[in-house]
């Protein structure tokens, strides 16, 4: 009779360390992302200079856009945002648009002006970002309610068409 390998014997254990570790990772997801529903007390530094917090937009409908004159998802989506925002802004839509603190303040400053962006733009020290869970993707875009709730957060270019539907429902909610 041979010995089992080691291996053999080991085998079951690692089944249960994967299953062990992936429930962690389930679980620390949930908390990080499920839970966190509410908008983050944060704070964006316009263009201008002036300060414009989510305390400050709290009862209006919102979209907080992360993005970058480098990204070209960014550049691709952008004049649909200004066309989303356009729509909707009569209704009550407001609409931050928070470049990352790696974009270049110029870059941010001469695309804002040549594009006529029609909304805030800020520039991020890296806090507002991390506020929002540590947002390090561009474009990540946040639809937020009235009440603060985070309704919908898009990683990469939104599907417009549902956007839309989105925040026809968020404008008309009393």
């Avoid at 594009?115 to 507002?128: C, E």
Wanted: contains cysteine; charged residues 20%.
């Amino acid at each position: 009779m041979s010995p089992t390998p080691v291996s053999r014997r080991a085998s079951p254990l690692r089944y249960i360390a994967a299953v062990v570790v992936a429930g962690a990772i389930a679980v620390a997801g949930y908390f990080a992302f499920g839970s966190q529903q509410h908008v983050p007390d944060a704070s964006f530094t316009l263009l201008s200079g002036q300060k414009v917090t989510t305390s400050d937009l709290k009862g209006k409908v919102y979209l907080v856009n992360f993005w970058a004159t480098n990204c070209d998802t960014c550049m691709k989506e952008m004049p649909q945002m200004v066309n989303t925002y356009n729509r909707f802004k009569g209704q009550g839509l407001e609409f931050v648009a928070v470049a990352m603190n790696y974009d270049a303040p110029m870059y941010v400053t001469n695309y804002t002006q040549t594009r006529q962006l029609p909304f805030k733009v800020a520039m991020d020290d890296g806090s507002a970002a991390k506020q929002f869970g540590n947002v390090q993707l561009t474009p990540t875009t946040f639809v937020v309610d009235r009440n603060g709730k985070i309704l919908k957060r898009y990683v990469g270019e939104p599907q417009f068409a549902e956007l839309d539907e989105l925040l026809k429902k968020a404008l008309n909610a009393a």
